[in-house]
């Protein structure tokens, strides 16, 4: 999903003489303020800079991703790096998809203002088809990720808290299938309002289509919306969970120094992975929960009735949490880049350096001071 920009219209028509000319070009101007649609935003850039960067961060993931799955081909980590490669490419596909869609609703804009109006805003009641195909995407590709990494944090903490169960349950084949019913299970979701369960709709300001929340909400709609949001925040529940067990477990082997050397190598991927694991967790939280409570809370407002008068407020929140949603395909890439065992050795031992030295720094103080109260001392005694 690419950020969609925000293009706000004031609605102030001029005082101008009544020729014909001025009438042609303040009638879209009139239709605009009197139907209170937004004018179609046709300035691209920052969206084309958004999918650009989307892309490059992802496929540079990817390249990291796959040299690291082929040097570990038959270890335990295999596993993580085929569910790890399998979110990045998602979210790489779903960031062209969705980025391509977006930048289409953009190219609108350089027409002439009615044409634009016309094909840029729809009509919100019966949207179009490349409407309906966005609005899946928004669901699928945000589905994805977050059952992605669910999946990865139930399979680290049981790794790393049951290496013989994992061992011998975990399997390349089983880890396949594991995907595809992920996929599967995601697809089946965002097909739902084409089986007349929810319904997808033009947002504001016009640019993004999701499930239908803010005008019109009916109880399919409302169910929906509850399914998608107790699903993506069950998973981050889950995942934060798993983690948080297998991180418990990896500090008291850690406090433990066992000294074999195999093992520690094994802690150490452990270790690795799940810190990656944290930082796709934190960044799936921060990035994803504003668009599901806010839209969930949308949508309750909205079916209950009591949106009327809050409803300006509620589209500024929704557009907020889209862009959030969006700067998670561009963060995730960045977990596995920054976040590798040779980057975490790095910044331990530039810590641990700078610990030392201001270690050896205290004592050198301490010594001097020592130093000089006992000279006083010898001094007085002297006298």
């Known amino acids: 999903m690419l950020a969609m920009q925000h293009c706000n219209s004031s609605g102030i028509i001029a005082p101008s003489p009544l020729t014909n000319h001025t009438t042609m070009v303040q009638e879209p101007e009139v239709e605009l303020v009197a139907h209170n649609v937004t004018r179609p935003p046709s300035n691209p850039t920052a969206a084309g800079l958004t999918m650009t960067l989307g892309i490059l961060f992802n496929v540079v993931a990817l390249i990291i991703l796959a040299k690291a799955y082929n040097r570990f081909r038959r270890r335990s980590k ?41 094909s840029f805003q729809g009509d919100p009641a019966d949207p179009d088809a490349s409407c309906l195909f966005l609005g899946g995407c928004m669901v699928f590709f945000g589905l994805c990720p977050l059952f992605l990494g669910c999946a990865m944090a139930i399979e680290r903490c049981l790794g790393v808290t ?25 697809l089946c979701v965002a097909l739902l309002p084409f089986f007349s369960l929810g319904a997808y709709t033009r947002q504001y300001p016009g640019t993004w289509c999701f499930i239908k929340v803010m005008e019109g909400t009916k109880a399919t709609d409302l169910a929906f919306v509850m399914l998608f949001s107790g699903l ?25 120094k066992r000294s074999c050397s195999q093992r520690c190598s094994a802690r150490s991927h452990d270790t690795e ?12 939280c921060i990035c994803w929960s504003p668009l599901l409570v806010f839209g969930l809370i949308s949508a309750t407002r909205s079916y209950s009735g009591f949106l009327d008068t809050e409803r300006d407020t509620y589209r500024r929140l929704m557009m907020t949490g889209v862009r959030m949603a969006t700067c998670n395909q561009i963060l995730d890439p960045w977990v596995y880049i920054l976040l590798r065992r040779a980057i975490l050795r790095k910044i331990y031992r530039i810590t641990k350096r700078q610990a030392s030295f201001k270690g050896s720094t205290f004592r050198s103080v301490r010594w001097d001071l020592s130093s000089f109260q006992n000279s006083e001392k010898s001094s007085v005694n002297k006298i």
């Open 78 to 118: 295999a596993t993580f790096l085929l569910f790890a490669s399998s979110l990045v490419a998602t979210d790489l596909v779903g960031h062209v998809i969705a980025g391509a869609l977006v930048l289409n609703k953009y190219s609108v804009g350089t027409g002439s203002t009615a044409d634009a109006v016309s």
């Open 232 to 256: 993506a925040l069950s998973s981050l529940s889950l995942a934060f969970v798993c983690n948080t067990i297998s991180g418990i477990t990896l500090v008291r082997a850690r406090l433990k």
């Open 273 to 284: 992975m799940v810190v990656q694991l944290v930082g796709i967790m934190v960044t799936s």
């Open 162 to 186: 049951r290496p013989l169960l994992h061992a011998r349950l975990v399997t390349t084949a089983r880890t396949k299938m594991a995907l595809a019913l992920i996929w599967l299970l995601a």
